[in-house]
């Protein structure tokens, strides 16, 4: 009997940039599209971070679905989320999203969470505000949901996990009271007043979720012997990787492939392939240098275009244009076999697109981003434009439905970005609109679905 290529594997979706490039509506397309074709994605499993993602889609009902401790995938019927062990849960709002969501028709009740995981303390929040605070002008500007905290608690071999909570109590007690001594004593530091804790509301909240709680590479196990399909669908992006990201203003995670898969607690063999995301311009939330940062006419239209503002702190996202020395960066990093490239439809109206093709750097040209990025801050982008389409790209099925200059656009990243032919990435999908069959699938995705 032929078999398909991706059963009992994980497809990783990893973002390219700083997050925000649609991850999570890849994942439902490609779910979707894998369901036309007769294969069911069974799994999402969101590996790292926690309550910091914003993962959002309009449905076919037009009704707008967002998850932030959950992976968007869950949307999808046949889709069980698992909450990773690397992850960090918020228990509160952790519950509070899988009610909405269950309100919503999501069958969170299949939920599987990883016992390693942290759990976020109440006081953690004190701790990351007082470290913002510390550093004035130079803070990162979090999302505020104290994921820092959490996984240096975790670094410290402090910070309480499921197992921990959901032992005995007194194993409970001890585990959070040591957690609290070391960030009162932090606190203390900083002068601000000591919190204390109240181990039933942990308590209570942790039992709330224990139904769900498991030993992951069990599951895993089960997946491969049952010759299931899932998708790991992370939090943030490489830009934000706590290493290789613009630090130290990134997130507390690692978003490379090789960190995601750590967090997971899966190995390279049970990938059937990389799939990196980037949209056709950049966007950023937060601080840190972001040299592209267009703060003029494009940046304005392209934030009304494509609705970029936070779907987790609503903040604006800063916005530029598609820029390959970032993407060079990403490609050496992240090494997808397929890339898909987002919202090209944000881009529609435009009468120019511009692209970064360089960076200036004291005059000197560089193609790719200096490894200190403090000095990205010195860097200037070299652009060139091209000429937009000014067409609806809504209704392309086929790279040959697009207006002709938007082919002539994503011929150019083929052509310029030199990195994709170096590493045989493949451009595989591209998105034309926020519907999730809205979109153009490549030969080159089809291959590596095995279709
Ligand atoms: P944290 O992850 O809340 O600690 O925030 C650290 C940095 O990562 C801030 O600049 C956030 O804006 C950014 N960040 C965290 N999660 C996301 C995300 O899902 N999308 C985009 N930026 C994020």
């Not at 790719?368 to 982008?381: G, I, L, N």
Request: glycine residues 10%; contains cysteine; aromatic residues 8%.
């Amino acid at each position: 009997m032929p078999t398909n290529i991706l059963l009992g594997k994980f497809i990783l979706l990893c973002d390219l940039l700083w997050g925000d490039n649609a991850k999570g509506s890849v994942a439902l397309r490609l779910a979707k599209f894998l369901k036309k074709n007769g294969l069911t994605v069974k799994w999402a499993i969101k590996p790292n971070g926690g309550g910091n993602s914003g993962h959002s889609y309009r449905n076919d009902q037009g009704i707008f679905c967002k998850s932030h401790n959950m992976p968007l995938a869950v949307f999808d019927p046949d889709i069980t989320a698992i909450i990773g062990a690397g992850t960090v849960v918020d228990l509160e709002k952790l519950q509070i999203e899988m009610n909405t969501l269950a309100e919503q028709g999501v069958a969170v009740e299949r939920t599987r969470i990883d016992c390693r995981a942290q759990i976020i303390l109440p006081i953690y929040k004190t701790v990351e505000q007082a470290l913002e605070e510390l550093k004035g002008k130079q803070s990162i500007g979090t999302t505020a949901n104290a994921i820092g905290p959490t996984y240096a608690m975790q670094a410290f071999r402090f910070g309480p996990t499921f197992n921990d909570l959901l032992d005995t109590r007194k194993r409970a007690e001890q585990k959070v009271k040591m957690a609290y001594e070391l960030a009162n004593a932090f606190l203390n530091g900083c002068n601000l007043p000591e919190e204390e804790f109240d181990l039933d509301l942990i308590l209570e909240r942790a039992e709330g979720l224990s139904s769900h709680v498991c030993n992951t590479l069990e599951l895993f196990e089960q997946i491969r012997k049952d010759g299931e399909i899932g998708i790991i669908e992370p939090g943030q992006g490489l830009l934000l990787d706590r290493i290789f990201g613009t630090y130290p203003f990134v997130t507390s995670s690692l978003t490379t492939p090789g960190g995601l898969l750590g967090h997971a607690g899966l190995s390279l063999q049970d990938i059937a392939f990389t799939l990196g995301i980037a949209k056709f311009y950049t966007t950023r939330v937060g601080s840190g240098p972001f040299p592209g940062e267009d703060l003029d006419l494009f940046g304005k239209q392209i934030r009304k275009n494509g609705d970029e503002y936070g779907v987790t702190t609503k903040r604006p996202r800063r916005c530029g244009p598609i820029d390959y020395v970032l993407l060079r960066h990403a490609l050496r990093m992240a090494r997808p076999d397929i890339i898909a490239f987002t919202k090209l439809d944000a881009l529609d109206d435009l009468e120019e697109i511009p692209v970064v093709h360089d960076w200036d750097l004291d005059g000197m040209i560089t193609e790719f981003p200096p490894a200190d990025t403090q000095r990205w801050y010195d860097c200037k982008t070299r652009t060139d434009s091209m000429p937009g389409w000014q067409q609806a790209t809504g209704q392309c099925e086929t790279m040959g439905d697009l207006p002709k200059n938007a082919q002539e656009y994503i011929r150019r990243i083929k052509e310029d970005w030199f990195e994709l032919k170096l590493y045989g990435t493949q451009i595989g999908m591209v998105t034309v609109g926020e519907k999730l069959d809205q979109m153009i699938v490549l030969d080159a995705l089809r291959k590596k679905l095995g279709l």
